[in-house]
């Protein structure tokens, strides 16, 4: 089992990590792109430095997966591990956006047991323990009660959510994948989907947190997610209360 005080453990880090963000956030610092074309800054690498020396120095039995380390295949020995996204987000950050976050998640056995996802810019910190329910800045958050997709508040890729099938929707995105299911979750939004693929560090924290606020995670096909395998590939996500999620699953299936 996990350790019991692994939430305040996650949740004191990612305000620490915050912290960091926030020295470079808006002003001078080395950035360049990975391969494949995406962005990444040194304000990534120095967040996922002191979060791998935290975590891993508290937990040293557990594993480690983050977006912005070399892949360990030793994570796959273990039942627990630590998915870290250090900034989610970050051409938010490059753009001095408020929209990036700092995730970690605690995932057993394949699915996240212990999530917290802090946005330092509005100083929103997200957080929950499976059976525990979710909360932001310390109290209770809940999905929203919507139960047509007509005219919901949607988050996601506009070119992807304004044509058919979808009917006529609010959608409006978010850099950070993480902070879009938080906004579901509180119920700021009603609904996030994306059919392109993301990245297990991109999801596990916000899984735990959005199903106990009430709401349900899965691919397009409503299948749960499963995390730490081989492949850190998510193909799709889908998130919503359970009446939306179970709409948005029967479009997409026709």
């Not at 967040?47 to 020396?53: H, P």
């Not at 594993?63 to 912005?68: Q, R």
């Not at 889908?238 to 026709?254: D, F, G, K, M, S």
């Amino acid at each position: 089992m996990p350790e019991p005080d692994d939430l305040r453990l996650l949740e004191d880090a990612v305000r620490a990590g915050g912290d960091i963000a926030r020295k470079f956030y808006g002003g001078d610092y080395k950035r360049w792109s990975k391969d494949g074309g995406s962005p990444v800054t040194e304000a990534d690498l120095a967040v996922d430095k002191y979060l791998s020396k935290t975590l891993t120095s508290a937990r040293p039995d557990y594993g480690w997966l983050s977006e912005e380390s070399a892949d360990d295949p030793a994570r796959l020995s273990r039942s627990h591990v630590f998915v870290v996204d250090p900034i989610d987000g970050t051409i938010a950050f490059l753009k001095n956006r408020p929209h990036f976050t700092i995730c970690t998640a605690v995932v057993v056995d394949g699915r996240p047991c212990y999530g917290a996802i802090y946005n330092p810019i509005s100083d929103e910190l997200y957080s929950a323990q499976a059976g525990g329910g979710a909360r932001r800045n310390g109290a209770p958050i809940h999905v929203s009660a919507r139960a047509a997709l007509e005219e919901c508040a949607m988050l996601g890729d506009r070119t992807q959510l304004t044509c058919a099938p979808w009917p006529a929707m609010h959608v409006q995105n978010r850099n950070s994948v993480a902070y879009r299911l938080m906004l579901v979750a509180d119920g700021s939004a009603d609904a996030s989907v994306a059919l392109s693929a993301k990245r297990d560090w991109d999801l596990a924290a916000a899984d735990v947190i959005l199903g106990e606020a009430g709401g349900l995670l899965t691919d397009a096909q409503g299948a749960k997610l499963r995390y730490n395998r081989a492949s850190t590939i998510q193909p799709s996500l889908v998130a919503a209360n359970p009446a939306l999620h179970a709409e948005i699953i029967t479009l997409l299936r026709q």
